[in-house]
């Protein structure tokens, strides 16, 4: 029951521009049903496998978002069904998304991961590439991916300061970028730490696990 109450709490506070991903990395099938039931249909994964097999045993009506850090050879396991990748960061695994899809006869959807945090841990590209990479004659001849938004991780901190400048940088950078191409749609910024603070400074879509369904037996 817990699961529904946080979910329904988180809910009641969202704005309507703002899409919630359910991140269910390490959870069950049975928490994520309990998700489910009360009407949540976008999940996120890190992983191209765990997201795979809980893909075959839960309905079809479910919205697969891939928002770790992924191996280009694992691209295929999920491209006849996932609905969008987060974390773009190369041309190379645009490359390799728009092929598997193209096999799959479908258009992938996906973000491009901008690097906000000041650690070196976290992926993504910077606003400078990420430009060079939306004007590419080589990315606008890919048509069977189709890149929506941008993704962003603040730093792992407790500075608030820190995270909300890294957040207005964020929305800074896609409001330039949609400049170049029209159909940025998407900011992807905000986890259970720090949502508020990111729809705040303009998220239009939040990550959220551990306020959902608990903290994690461990990390991922
Ligand atoms: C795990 C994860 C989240 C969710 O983290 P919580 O702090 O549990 O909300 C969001 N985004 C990414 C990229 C993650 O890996």
């Known amino acids: ?4 109450t946080n979910l329904s709490k988180i809910k009641t506070q969202l704005p309507s521009n703002v899409t919630l991903v359910a991140v269910s990395k390490t959870k069950s099938v ?13 999940f996120g994964e890190n992983k191209i496998q765990e997201m795979t097999e809980k893909h ?11 928002i770790g850090n992924i191996q280009r050879n694992k691209v295929k396991y ?24 193209e096999k799959n006869k479908r258009i992938i959807k996906c973000l491009i991961q901008i690097k906000i945090a000041q650690e070196d ?10 430009k060079i990479m939306l004007r590419s004659e080589e990315v606008k001849k890919l048509n069977n991916i189709e890149i929506v938004g941008v993704m962003g991780m603040a730093s792992y901190t407790q500075d608030k300061i ?3 400048k890294e957040f207005k940088t964020l929305k800074i950078n896609f409001d ?4 170049i191409a029209k159909n940025l749609m998407i900011l992807s910024m905000g986890m259970s730490g720090d949502y508020k603070l990111a729809i705040e400074n303009g998220s239009t879509m939040i990550r959220l696990g551990s306020s959902i369904f608990g903290t994690r037996n461990y990390t991922n």
């Open 30 to 42: 049975e928490d994520m049903m309990q998700a489910y039931l009360s009407g949540q249909r976008i």
């Open 78 to 101: 999920m491209a006849s069904y996932v609905d969008l990748v987060h974390g773009v960061d190369s041309f190379k695994l645009l490359n390799e998304i728009n092929k598997q899809a």
């Open 162 to 164: 820190q995270i909300k």
């Open 176 to 179: 330039n970028l949609k400049k």
């Open 1 to 4: 029951m817990a699961i529904q």
């Open 121 to 130: 841990t976290k992926f993504g590209i910077s606003y400078e590439e990420a």
């Open 56 to 66: 075959q045993k839960m309905p079809k009506d479910i919205q697969w978002h891939m």
